[in-house]
């Protein structure tokens, strides 16, 4: 397989700057609405960085709206949440206690703010117990507002509206990866076994699994490669330092390597069991992508642009990537016969994908913009503060 | 049949911008409010359990929490017992207390140790256990969620870890 | 009477969870990559129970042989307890892990080999017993019930009253005959059982050097 680039197209013309403004309005009003609320603006980092964000994620969906093209803005935004959440994350940490380790105090007290990421492995010993697995609070607190029911309401409404897209417009870690994997111009490495990607629904059967054995969070405690940007359990014990070298090596080889070699999001797609999880959630969504079988040329140029190995040649004879599919666009992009498309389910294939595109652009942009953009916001607040003060 | 799935299939779109408009001012506090009521608790290994009596001491007074028992066979954490000394800033600058866990006129433990005046400094706990109910633990700090001492907020915790019986 | 023969079946009951929740890494993905037929599933179950009720009885024969009082001392129970896990990973790996291919009908096979193929008998009863070596709370708490008992055969007795109590938590497993119709269920599964063979491996790693050095 070659390079996952996405190739340009033979594709309508770019919407008049006119027609897309109009149609970004209810954007700008709705990324208005939400950065009034997003950060402090009584300071003058708080509101540059609300007005910065605000220009930014409007920015951005009026050139998804001109262009038609999805994949590459929604690109930018996810690579600039990927990294600034964590310098905004680790910032925040090293003002608060001068380290990325958490102490053992901040678990008794149920100060560790909740990660979604947890979610799968709690449900078990949850429906056994009615007990959560995880050093937090159940409801906000001064000292954590990020308790277990937030994120939960939080993840549950994301995932009514995007289901598997989340991991393409909420997932604040998956822009890491796909910041890497966006450098090189071609990849080192191909040809990845397509069995592979079977990788991630195991991971979720283990952690599942071992959660329920053993009550702890497994995937947090022993596989998550995020703990190198975020926070860890001190290190102060063989376990502890095993568990820290697991989390580093899996960065550093999933997270940065792999797709420098490979261009492709090999977190999410060899590791990620919150991907996979998702992905028993597509069937909630209305959205998909298709492809229309009586334009399809069989040019392997959507294959080659999927960043997750999604969508291989049972998928595409069969007429759309499956439930795994994370709605990123960027196969849909890079077609040059306008197969691959954007579809509402229950309508005819191919008959109006443009629409399709658009209605699922609004509800995602605007979850993007409120989850992710006040992210961006608050990371840009404390990087500006130092200046803005 | 097609017109109607076209027509279902729009509906659905629709009723997802809606959610996601409604979410911040709607589903989020619904969802959040929902989920508290489900009579959900933090693990116990974290958490320390529940409080289960007080022992009053001169200005300060020891929290003794239901023991825990992990139920989960391969889990790390082994049985103990959380107590906690509060307020914190009362305390002398060394203790010294016997402690009866269940209330039945039996010392079950002593446990000692120093209370620095820098609230930031380590602290270490000693354990001798009377009566086998607790092991012993000589100069631990924050070794295991079943064996430690640390200060947290006005309290200084402590968990000692049961004896198997 | 009834009281006696109602203890250890209630005392089983009411643990089974714990036993669903504690054999479900090794039973789920080694049922689930062997992609049997509801019938194959239910061989396959009671194989493994068959192993796990002779890793119990012989537990118990043993411990009230010797005159061991449970509970074991710390760092008996450490070794064992890290052992146990060494082995469960080793057997995953070999038996649940490889894509294992039926034999040919005609072959000649010894018996070895007809035992460790997928329709063989070794692998189910031998996870089963490494399983129920697993010296799990309630399977502690029960080894203490039965080393009261005065003679070996009510140990004995008292241990498979308490093993029948926590059989109908096995049911559920039953259910993993339907997850065949998947097509990508066996590579899942045989996924899923590496991975936790290379948690047990850690776990018991861990467990063996944490005994050694701190006793």
């Given at each position: 397989m070659a390079d996952p680039v996405v190739l340009e197209t033979t594709r309508?013309?770019?919407?008049s700057i006119g027609r897309s403004a109009l149609l970004t309005l209810p954007l700008l009003l709705w990324a208005l609405l939400m950065f009034s609320h997003a950060v402090?603006?009584?300071e003058n980092a708080g509101r540059a960085a609300a007005l910065l964000t605000c220009a930014f994620m409007v920015a951005l969906f009026f050139l998804m709206v001109r262009t038609r093209r999805t994949y590459r803005w929604r690109r930018v935004f996810f690579v600039a949440l990927g990294v600034l959440f964590p310098i905004g994350f680790i910032a925040q940490l090293y003002a608060l206690r001068g380290s990325m380790s958490i102490p053992v105090e901040r678990m008794l007290s149920g100060d560790t703010p909740f990660c979604f990421l947890a979610i799968p492995m709690l449900i078990v010993p949850a429906a056994l117990t009615?007990?959560?697995?995880?050093?937090?609070?159940?409801l906000p607190t001064a000292s954590n507002p990020h308790s277990v029911a937030t994120m939960i309401a939080v993840w549950f409404a994301a995932t009514l509206v995007l289901g598997k897209a989340w991991c393409a417009?909420?997932?604040?870690?998956?822009g890491i990866e796909e910041g890497f994997a966006a450098?090189?111009?071609?990849?080192?490495?191909?040809?990845?076994?397509?069995?592979?990607?079977?990788v991630p629904w195991s991971v979720l059967a283990a952690v599942v699994l071992l959660s329920a054995a053993t009550f702890e969070p497994t995937y947090c405690m022993?596989?998550?490669?995020f703990k190198a940007v975020t926070e860890f359990p001190e290190v102060r014990s063989a376990q502890t330092a095993i568990q820290f070298a697991i989390f580093g090596m899996l960065f550093g080889g999933l997270v940065v390597v792999m797709p420098l070699l490979t261009r492709l999001r090999t977190q999410c797609t060899l590791l990620c069991p919150f991907g996979a999880f998702q992905s028993l959630f597509n069937?909630?969504?209305?959205f998909d992508v298709r492809i229309d079988r009586s334009r399809?040329?069989?040019?392997v140029a959507c294959r080659r642009a999927c960043?997750?190995?999604?969508?291989?040649e049972a998928a595409v004879t069969a007429g759309g990537p499956g439930i795994?599919?994370?709605?990123?666009g960027a196969c849909v992009d890079s077609c040059t016969k306008q197969a691959a498309v954007w579809h509402v389910k229950g309508?005819?294939?191919?008959?109006r994908p443009e629409t399709a595109r658009l209605l699922f652009l609004y509800p995602a942009w605007s979850f993007a913009t409120l989850f992710g953009g006040s992210i961006i916001a608050g990371s840009l607040a404390q990087l500006l503060r130092p200046l803005l003060h | 049949m097609p017109r109607l799935t076209s027509v279902l299939g729009y509906t659905g779109a629709a009723l997802t911008a809606l959610a996601a408009l409604a979410g911040p001012f709607v589903l989020y506090g619904a969802f959040t409010q929902g989920i508290a009521a489900m009579g959900l608790r933090i693990n116990p290994v974290y958490s320390g359990g529940p409080p289960a009596r007080e022992i009053t001491r001169p200005g300060y007074r020891i929290v003794v929490y239901r023991p825990v028992v992990p139920?989960?066979?391969?889990?790390f954490a082994r049985s103990f017992v959380q107590l906690a000394w509060t307020p914190a800033g009362a305390l002398p600058r060394r203790v010294e207390d016997a402690v009866d866990?269940?209330?039945?006129?039996?010392?079950d433990l002593v446990a000692r140790f120093d209370v620095p005046s820098d609230a930031a400094a380590p602290l270490f706990l000693d354990v001798t256990p009377a009566g086998g109910r607790v092991l012993p633990l000589r100069h631990?700090?924050?070794?295991?969620f079943s064996a430690l001492i640390a200060r947290v907020g006005d309290r200084i915790v402590t968990r000692i870890p049961l004896a198997p019986r | 009477m009834l009281g006696n023969l109602a203890e250890p079946a209630l005392l089983g009951f009411s643990s089974g969870l714990v036993c669903l929740a504690a054999c479900g890494p090794v039973v789920l993905p080694w049922l689930a990559a062997a992609g049997e037929g509801g019938r194959g599933t239910a061989r396959l179950l009671a194989q493994f129970l068959g192993g796990r009720l002779v890793g119990y009885l012989g537990f118990a024969s043993l411990a009230w042989a010797i005159g061991l009082a449970l509970p074991l001392p710390a760092r008996t129970n450490a070794f064992a307890y890290g052992l146990v896990h060494i082995a469960l990973a080793i057997a995953l790996l070999v038996f649940a892990v490889p894509a294992r291919r039926r034999p040919e009908p005609c072959a000649r096979l010894s018996i070895f080999r007809r035992a460790t193929?997928?329709?063989?008998?070794?692998a189910p009863v031998l996870l089963g017993f490494l399983t129920g070596l697993n010296l799990c709370p309630p399977f502690v708490a029960a080894g203490v019930r039965a080393a009261e008992r005065h003679s070996l055969p009510g140990a004995l007795a008292f241990f498979l009253l308490f093993f029948a109590g926590t059989l109908?938590?096995?049911?559920?497993?039953?259910?993993?005959?339907?997850?065949?119709?998947?097509?990508a269920v066996p590579t899942v599964a045989r996924y899923t059982a590496a991975l936790v063979a290379v948690y047990y491996l850690l776990l018991g790693g861990l467990t063996l050097g944490g005994a050694w050095l701190h006793g």
């Open positions: 309508p013309a770019p919407r402090d603006l009584r009615r007990t959560v697995i995880f050093p937090g609070s159940i417009f909420g997932c604040f870690f998956g450098l090189p111009r071609k990849a080192k490495l191909r040809d990845l076994p397509p069995r592979l990607r079977w022993w596989l998550c490669p069937k909630l969504t209305v399809c040329t069989d040019c960043p997750t190995l999604v969508l291989d795994s599919c994370m709605k990123c309508t005819p294939i191919a008959a | 139920r989960a066979p391969f889990s866990l269940d209330g039945d006129g039996r010392v631990v700090s924050r070794g295991s | 193929t997928r329709s063989g008998f070794l109908v938590w096995f049911l559920p497993y039953l259910g993993s005959a339907l997850l065949r119709r998947l097509p």
